[in-house]
């Protein structure tokens, strides 16, 4: 019983739980360290020495049970017994030891099998770095990183950093080649690292221009046979010597990668031969590059090389071949969905969200944009062929508004006819069986191509400056499309030649709300607030229009105008300075900065930027007036005697630039010369009387004969002067008093007319606003500049005005493919008050 415990007097319930026989403990032998000795050597194969352990094998052992104690039994020569307790502690269980039971649990000790007592766990030890291994891995870790940072440097467009990026890999690598060689793992090198090392070397060469560099790179990796598929890398260099313009050699290179390239990876064979196709185009050999594209389009066909193959055939002239490759050209697949895909049923609310989420996403995207180059290649490839396929150009678009008519891009046929009509429009055809009756044919048809139409028809009429059509047509556009920015500047061009700005005003507005990046509107806007004297709205138009148009002549242009009738003359010299910048070769802005710095009293400013206007347009009377007047008043007469002489070139019917060049060769002491330029002068003039006045003067100082004659005929000149001025003074007179008499009747009616403006705008006094505007900050020669003369625009007017043969410089495709507007802000005009279509911009074609 002295094994024996009550549970109440018990600290520990689990005490004596593993207590057992060790008999049957016989799954820990393999842990015994000493019966694993016994079984190894003949120890445990001796005889049992039972003299000095009488009974048997078991004698002597007692049976415990789980509440008794066990008692050791020794081994046939006293070794201790598997599992026996020596010391007062039992052999460890591990059986058991998991669930945080133990043999050597005394009474009074805590449950604690995470072992939490004993404290936290030492830490763990760290690697060496020392080692050749971890060294190794540290540099291979290094070269990738520095791989990555090199390709994302240049997806963000920094191919500098990308490049040194990929240099500092390529030295980490080689310095990971040596780590390898001097630790003798040189046959465990890593070829794959390698390989990405020098190919983004390479790449990164070729992407700052360094082609040399990236050819040498690309050789080294060519060369290596270890390198498996690098053959194909002589892609890469073909593509470099195309870009250097070695079309032979890069024919090569493709032909070498075609050939180390299998039949399997058709798609890339496919590639290749197209660029080959493209060198041969490059070196003008037609032939063979009809000859690739032909069998990439009976293997293959694709959208371009369809483009291409048109293309070579009209460089042969081949009709017949253009015809069939333009029918291969609109059977070739594209790929996508039909748009019917993305309309909503209206009855599944579980598809129209899943319409809404997919109908503007990145794969919707590329459909269109892959339809759309569809379109445009072509559009492009029948307006190119139309005039070589057949007789007339007439004929050959209507071969291929049949063909497209049956063909999946029905839609475009519709813009084959309108480009019909503007290539009427190109050849100066305005009758009624070329662009007129062509776009007439489309009033009757869907609201998009009828509004496309009648546009097009108001801009011709408003060319023709048939106002009352071209209005017709743009109401009708209009109605057919009321969102047609396009539409809505045509009328409001329409409502300007009128003089009804306001109206106008607000039409342009609405073709800026409908489409915010529409400049032409925009452009129309600021000179609709300049003819009504609101300049600071106009100047805000005009600077919303540089901040989108940079570079636009026009537009810096109008804004130093604006300055200058705002009175800031050190602006409109900014802006003019910037001007210059773009079209440094324009005499009209030289000159307007030599005005402006003369109104400043700046000379020597206005001497330079008049002469560089001379030299690049030495017919300006303005500026060789200003030039010769320069010269005289700094006592240069004999330079000034050249700009006179050329004035009286240009306008040898004005007797003052001969009176001027007489007048500097007196000034110089060359009275011999003056004498005979005066009385060469009298010959051409005989009743000039400052002519008469010099040559007396001139014969009585030098005691000529002549003075007598000259006197005579001074006197008679003078006479005959004096009567001509009595005569129209008394004819000014008896008109004067006319007037008085007719206007007693009518100043009750002038007053009301004075009295009663018309609402919402006053044209007069827009007008007076701007036909005076120009004489803020200019100096009294520039008030004296012919407007005939003038390249720039002036500012009582809208921005240029061109003559007829610049008809066609404002179109726009239908497509939206804009043909040079003309960017030089110097443009002479025809006649002074003449209204264009440019200077409200025109370019009135849908998009």
Same mark, same amino acid.
């Given at each position: 019983?002295?094994?024996?415990?009550?549970?109440?007097?018990?600290?520990?319930?689990?005490?004596?739980?593993?207590?057992?026989?060790?008999?049957?403990?016989?799954?820990?032998?393999? &842990?015994?360290?000493?019966?694993?000795?016994?079984?190894?050597?003949?120890?445990?194969?001796?005889?049992?020495?039972?003299?000095?352990?009488?009974?048997?094998?078991?004698?002597?052992?007692?049976?415990?049970?789980?509440?008794?104690?066990?008692?050791?039994?020794?081994?046939?020569?006293?070794?201790?017994?598997?599992?026996?307790?020596?010391?007062?502690?039992?052999?460890?269980?591990?059986?058991?030891?998991?669930?945080?039971?133990?043999?050597?649990?005394?009474?009074?000790?805590?449950?604690?099998?995470?072992?939490?007592?004993?404290?936290?766990?030492?830490?763990?030890?760290?690697?060496?770095?020392?080692?050749?291994?971890?060294?190794?891995?540290?540099?291979?870790?290094?070269?990738?990183?520095?791989?990555?940072?090199?390709?994302?440097?240049?997806?963000?467009?920094?191919?500098?950093?990308?490049?040194?990026?990929?240099?500092?890999?390529?030295?980490?690598?080689? +310095?990971?080649?040596?780590?390898?060689?001097?630790?003798?793992?040189?046959?465990?090198?890593?070829? %794959?690292?390698?390989?990405?090392?020098?190919? &983004? @070397?390479?790449?990164?060469?070729?992407?700052?221009?360094?082609?040399?560099?990236?050819?040498?790179?690309?050789?080294?990796?060519?060369?290596?046979?270890?390198?498996?598929?690098?053959?194909?890398?002589?892609?890469?260099?073909?593509?470099?010597?195309?870009?250097?313009?070695?079309?032979?050699?890069?024919?090569?290179?493709?032909?070498?990668?075609?050939?180390?390239?299998?039949?399997?990876?058709?798609?890339?064979?496919?590639?290749?031969?197209?660029?080959?196709?493209?060198?041969?185009?490059?070196?003008?050999?037609?032939?063979?590059?009809?000859?690739?594209?032909?069998?990439?389009?009976?293997?293959?066909?694709?959208?371009?090389?369809?483009?291409?193959?048109?293309?070579?055939?009209?460089?042969?002239? %081949?009709?017949?071949?253009?015809?069939?490759?333009?029918?291969?050209?609109?059977?070739?697949?594209?790929?996508?969905?039909?748009?019917?895909?993305?309309?909503?049923?209206?009855?599944?609310?579980?598809? &129209?969200?899943?319409?809404?989420?997919?109908?503007?996403?990145?794969?919707?995207?590329?459909?269109?944009?892959?339809?759309?180059?569809?379109?445009?290649?072509?559009?492009?490839?029948?307006?190119?062929?139309?005039?070589?396929?057949?007789?007339?150009?007439?004929?050959?678009? %209507?071969?291929?508004? *049949?063909?497209?008519?049956?063909?999946?891009?029905?839609?475009?046929?519709?813009?084959?006819?309108?480009?019909?009509?503007?290539?009427?429009?190109? !050849?100066?055809?305005?009758? !009624?069986?070329?662009?007129?009756?062509?776009?007439?044919?489309?009033?009757?048809?869907?609201?998009?191509?009828?509004?496309?139409? +009648?546009?097009?028809? =108001?801009?011709?009429?408003?060319?023709?400056?048939?106002?009352?059509?071209? %209005?017709?047509?743009?109401?009708?556009?209009?109605?057919?499309?009321?969102?047609?920015?396009?539409?809505?500047?045509?009328?409001?061009?329409?409502?300007?030649?009128?003089?009804?700005?306001?109206?106008?005003?607000?039409?342009?507005?609405?073709?800026?709300?409908?489409?915010?990046?529409?400049?032409?509107?925009?452009?129309?806007?600021?000179?609709?607030?300049?003819?009504?004297?609101?300049?600071?709205?106009?100047?805000?138009?005009?600077?919303?229009?540089?901040?989108?148009?940079?570079?636009?002549?026009?537009?810096?242009?109008?804004? +130093?105008?604006?300055?200058?009738?705002?009175?800031?003359?050190?602006?409109?010299?900014?802006?003019?300075?910037?001007?210059?910048?773009?079209?440094?070769? *324009?005499?009209?802005?030289?000159?307007?900065?030599?005005?402006?710095?003369?109104?400043?009293?700046?000379?020597?400013?206005?001497?330079?930027?008049?002469?560089?206007?001379?030299?690049?347009?030495?017919?300006?009377?303005?500026?060789?007036?200003?030039?010769?007047?320069?010269?005289?008043?700094? !006592?240069?007469?004999?330079?000034?005697?050249?700009?006179?002489?050329?004035?009286?070139?240009?306008?040898?019917?004005?007797?003052?630039?001969?009176?001027?060049?007489?007048?500097?060769?007196?000034?110089?002491?060359?009275?011999?010369?003056? @004498?005979?330029?005066?009385?060469?002068?009298?010959?051409?003039?005989?009743?000039?009387?400052?002519?008469?006045?010099?040559?007396?003067?001139?014969?009585?100082?030098?005691?000529?004969?002549?003075?007598?004659?000259?006197?005579?005929?001074?006197?008679?000149?003078?006479?005959?002067?004096?009567?001509?001025? !009595?005569?129209?003074?008394?004819?000014?007179?008896?008109?004067?008093?006319?007037?008085?008499?007719?206007?007693?009747?009518?100043?009750?009616?002038?007053?009301? +007319?004075?009295?009663?403006?018309?609402?919402?705008?006053?044209?007069?006094?827009?007008?007076?606003?701007?036909?005076?505007?120009?004489?803020?900050?200019?100096?009294?020669?520039?008030?004296?500049?012919?407007?005939?003369?003038?390249?720039?625009?002036?500012?009582?007017?809208?921005?240029?005005?061109?003559?007829?043969?610049?008809?066609?410089? =404002?179109?726009?495709?239908?497509?939206?493919?804009?043909?040079?507007?003309?960017?030089?802000?110097?443009?002479?005009?025809?006649?002074?008050?003449?209204?264009?279509?440019?200077?409200?911009?025109?370019?009135?074609?849908?998009?």
């Amino acid at each position: 019983m002295e094994h024996v415990h009550l549970a109440a007097e018990e600290d520990d319930l689990y005490s004596g739980y593993n207590d057992y026989n060790p008999t049957f403990d016989s799954e820990e032998l393999d &842990n015994d360290a000493g019966f694993q000795q016994a079984v190894r050597t003949s120890h445990g194969r001796r005889p049992p020495m039972t003299a000095k352990f009488p009974g048997t094998a078991i004698g002597g052992r007692a049976l415990g049970t789980s509440f008794g104690s066990r008692m050791p039994m020794a081994s046939s020569m006293g070794r201790p017994m598997t599992g026996a307790v020596q010391d007062g502690a039992a052999r460890p269980m591990t059986a058991v030891r998991a669930a945080g039971y133990s043999s050597a649990m005394t009474r009074g000790s805590t449950f604690d099998p995470l072992g939490q007592s004993k404290g936290p766990a030492p830490p763990l030890e760290g690697k060496s770095e020392d080692t050749p291994d971890e060294k190794v891995k540290i540099l291979e870790k290094k070269v990738n990183d520095l791989i990555e940072e090199s390709c994302l440097a240049h997806g963000l467009g920094d191919l500098q950093l990308s490049l040194d990026r990929a240099k500092e890999a390529g030295r980490k690598e080689r +310095a990971l080649v040596r780590q390898r060689e001097q630790s003798g793992n040189a046959d465990h090198i890593n070829l %794959d690292l390698t390989y990405s090392v020098l190919f &983004n @070397l390479a790449t990164q060469y070729a992407n700052n221009d360094m082609y040399a560099e990236a050819l040498n790179t690309y050789q080294v990796i060519v060369k290596n046979k270890m390198f498996s598929n690098a053959g194909r890398l002589k892609v890469n260099m073909a593509n470099i010597h195309f870009k250097q313009k070695n079309y032979p050699k890069a024919i090569k290179l493709y032909r070498m990668a075609l050939d180390q390239i299998s039949n399997s990876h058709k798609e890339m064979r496919i590639k290749i031969m197209q660029n080959i196709g493209v060198v041969f185009i490059r070196m003008g050999q037609y032939s063979d590059a009809i000859t690739s594209f032909e069998h990439i389009m009976s293997e293959c066909p694709n959208i371009k090389t369809g483009f291409n193959l048109i293309l070579c055939y009209y460089a042969i002239g %081949d009709r017949e071949r253009m015809k069939k490759a333009f029918q291969k050209l609109i059977c070739v697949p594209l790929g996508i969905d039909e748009e019917d895909k993305y309309i909503p049923p209206n009855d599944d609310t579980h598809a &129209n969200l899943v319409i809404e989420a997919i109908k503007n996403d990145k794969l919707h995207q590329m459909e269109r944009e892959r339809k759309a180059l569809a379109e445009k290649f072509i559009m492009t490839s029948a307006k190119l062929i139309a005039p070589a396929i057949e007789a007339t150009f007439a004929a050959g678009f %209507d071969w291929c508004v *049949d063909m497209v008519k049956s063909s999946q891009y029905v839609e475009l046929a519709n813009d084959l006819e309108i480009n019909k009509a503007i290539t009427y429009l190109r !050849q100066r055809d305005f009758n !009624q069986v070329g662009a007129v009756e062509t776009l007439k044919t489309f009033e009757k048809k869907d609201s998009r191509v009828k509004s496309a139409a +009648a546009t097009n028809l =108001s801009f011709l009429y408003f060319l023709e400056k048939d106002y009352d059509q071209a %209005d017709r047509y743009a109401d009708l556009a209009m109605t057919a499309d009321r969102y047609n920015p396009a539409a809505l500047i045509n009328k409001g061009n329409t409502v300007f030649v009128k003089k009804d700005y306001e109206k106008a005003a607000e039409f342009y507005k609405e073709a800026l709300r409908n489409d915010s990046s529409c400049t032409e509107a925009l452009y129309n806007l600021g000179l609709t607030y300049k003819r009504l004297g609101r300049l600071e709205e106009s100047l805000d138009c005009f600077l919303k229009l540089h901040a989108i148009l940079r570079n636009s002549a026009q537009v810096m242009w109008q804004l +130093a105008n604006l300055f200058e009738m705002l009175e800031d003359p050190h602006q409109a010299i900014e802006w003019l300075m910037q001007l210059i910048t773009v079209t440094p070769t *324009d005499p009209q802005v030289l000159a307007k900065l030599g005005e402006l710095y003369d109104s400043e009293g700046d000379k020597s400013q206005a001497f330079q930027y008049y002469q560089e206007s001379f030299r690049y347009f030495p017919s300006n009377i303005d500026v060789i007036e200003w030039l010769g007047a320069y010269y005289i008043d700094t !006592q240069f007469c004999e330079k000034a005697i050249q700009y006179f002489e050329r004035a009286t070139l240009i306008q040898p019917t004005q007797v003052k630039w001969q009176l001027m060049v007489a007048s500097c060769y007196r000034r110089s002491g060359n009275y011999q010369k003056a @004498l005979e330029t005066y009385k060469d002068i009298h010959r051409k003039f005989p009743e000039n009387v400052e002519c008469l006045r010099f040559l007396v003067r001139l014969c009585t100082d030098m005691g000529m004969k002549e003075v007598q004659d000259y006197a005579t005929k001074l006197k008679k000149v003078e006479k005959m002067k004096e009567i001509r001025e !009595q005569r129209v003074k008394s004819a000014r007179e008896g008109s004067a008093r006319g007037t008085r008499r007719e206007g007693s009747a009518s100043s009750e009616v002038d007053i009301k +007319a004075v009295s009663h403006p018309e609402p919402k705008h006053s044209p007069l006094l827009a007008q007076g606003r701007d036909s005076g505007h120009s004489s803020h900050g200019t100096s009294a020669k520039g008030e004296r500049l012919s407007a005939k003369m003038r390249a720039l625009p002036g500012s009582n007017e809208p921005y240029e005005a061109s003559s007829q043969r610049d008809i066609d410089a =404002s179109y726009v495709d239908p497509l939206g493919a804009p043909m040079e507007r003309p960017k030089t802000a110097a443009k002479k005009r025809n006649e002074e008050d003449e209204f264009a279509d440019e200077e409200l911009g025109d370019d009135l074609l849908p998009e």
